[in-house]
DNA sequence: GAGGAGATCGTCT
DNA sequence: GACGATCTCCTCT
């Protein structure tokens, strides 16, 4: 029998980490482009991994809604330095959100991430998300069939649809994370691209803010399962 | 399935 | 002291 994890972990080891220059350029571009990469976290000696589906682009000192619209503070430094790092927040008591810096320092633009689809690491991310993997996945099942073919769509979706539950899912901490070089592989998180586009992408207005919520700076892999908030029937644009 | 309310605590004013 | 780029639970339809 093929052994689907192990191949699992060498694709995503031959995957090319996202360059510096990925990054330094307009928070639109990078969001827009960063959606079907893989967000990895490095677990030991195993590999856990998200194809992003949904994030957002803040704007800085031009946009209400971002953090870096009143200047630069302890919390948000990371977000006024050099593009391609980990800005960790923590909010509303319970949750992490997790962004990327972008191009132009001292303005304090970023992408945030919204969704991911869990692509290795499955079981890990159920368990971080504390819903109990030993009863859903049973031996037999655990070792057959797709990744995470023991969880139903709707348990499945609660490892990673919205930006509190993915940091969870991968065990993202201001403490840890936040200031991380993204486009290191030797960082225990980065993102990479293994080639795989998404079919369809579409722009929406972001959601959870008060501020700036006219603007179409959400971006979504159409019709993906992972994509937080109520299902999106009218597309704003998709070019 | 949709909508509302509460939890919870770091950050900023 | 107020607010918040969220999530979960509960109730209602």
Same mark, same amino acid.
């Given at each position: ?12 080891r ?7 220059? &990925? ?26 991994? !998200?194809r ?7 704007? !800085?000192? *031009?946009?209400?809604?971002?953090h !870096?619209?009143? /200047?630069?503070?302890? @919390?948000?430094?990371v977000? +006024? ?8 927040? +923590?909010?509303?008591? *319970?949750?992490?959100?997790? *962004?990327?810096?972008?191009? @132009?320092?001292?303005? /304090?633009?970023?992408v945030? +991430? ?15 998300? /504390? ?11 655990? @070792? ?5 073919? &023991?969880?139903?769509?709707a ?26 070089? &993204? ?11 293994? !080639? ?15 501020? /700036? ?5 959400? &971006? ?17 644009? *998709?070019?």
């Amino acid at each position: 029998m093929v052994n689907l994890s192990k191949e699992l972990q060498l694709a995503l080891r031959s995957a090319a980490v996202l360059p510096r220059e &990925f990054y330094n350029r307009d928070p639109v571009t990078v969001a827009r482009e960063l959606l079907g990469k893989l967000l990895i976290r490095r677990d030991g000696r195993k590999l856990l991994a !998200g194809r992003i589906v949904e994030d957002e682009a803040y704007l !800085g000192a *031009n946009d209400p809604a971002a953090h !870096g619209y009143s /200047g630069m503070t302890p @919390r948000n430094a990371v977000l +006024f330095g050099p593009p391609g790092y980990a800005y960790v927040y +923590f909010i509303y008591g *319970n949750h992490y959100c997790l *962004n990327v810096s972008c191009m @132009r320092r001292g303005v /304090g633009e970023g992408v945030l +991430f919204r969704a991911m689809e869990p692509v290795a690491g499955i079981e890990a991310m159920a368990e971080a998300r /504390g819903m109990d993997v030993p009863t859903l996945a049973p031996k037999s099942s655990a @070792r057959m069939g797709p990744p995470g073919s &023991f969880l139903s769509s709707a348990q499945l979706r609660l490892i990673s649809s919205g930006p509190g539950r993915m940091c969870e899912a991968l065990d993202i901490t201001r403490e840890r994370d936040n200031g991380k070089d &993204f486009t290191s592989r030797t960082s225990d998180l980065y993102l990479a691209d293994d !080639g795989y586009r998404p079919e369809r992408i579409v722009a929406t207005p972001r959601i959870g803010i008060k501020k /700036g919520v006219d603007e179409p700076l959400r &971006f979504i892999v159409a019709g993906n399962l992972f994509v937080s908030g109520k299902r999106v029937t009218a597309p704003v644009s *998709n070019d």
